[in-house]
């Protein structure tokens, strides 16, 4: 198990940005895929974007492809998701998960405990 603490939410108007971190505990974060996930109000998690454990292959959900890219740094044991262009329906509570095996919703076992996020229009 990894621990995961995100930090760089915020509130911020529409077209802006903003960039969140997940720092993971361990010193075997370079073996786990990381992804981000948000949770809007009423509303089921939903996948965001997730990465390779080399940082060789991303991903990410239609929604917010264009505008947000998912970064790591291996030495920093941090993931990053920059989030430009921020529309209202962005807001939601996001989290970051790690994954020891693949990149699907059911392979992340380690959570973080959330940051929230919220555009204002």
């Known amino acids: 198990q990894v621990q995961l603490v995100e930090s760089g939410g915020g509130l911020v108007q529409a077209g802006g940005s903003l960039r969140l971190s997940c720092a993971a505990s361990?010193?075997?974060?370079?073996?786990?895929?990381m992804g981000w996930f948000r949770q809007a109000p009423g509303k089921e998690r939903e996948f965001v974007a997730a990465?390779?454990?080399?940082?060789?292959?991303?991903y990410y959900a239609d929604s917010v492809k264009g505008r947000f890219t998912i970064s790591r740094d291996n030495a920093k044991n941090t993931v990053y998701l920059q989030m430009n262009s921020l529309k209202p329906e962005d807001t939601a509570v996001y989290y970051c998960?790690?994954?020891?095996?693949?990149?699907?919703?059911?392979?992340?076992?380690?959570w973080g405990q959330g940051t929230q996020v919220t555009v204002s229009s």
């Open positions: 990465i390779s454990w080399s940082g060789g292959s991303t």
């Open positions: 998960a790690a994954s020891p095996a693949g990149t699907q919703e059911a392979d992340f076992g380690s």
């Open positions: 361990g010193r075997t974060f370079s073996s786990y895929a």
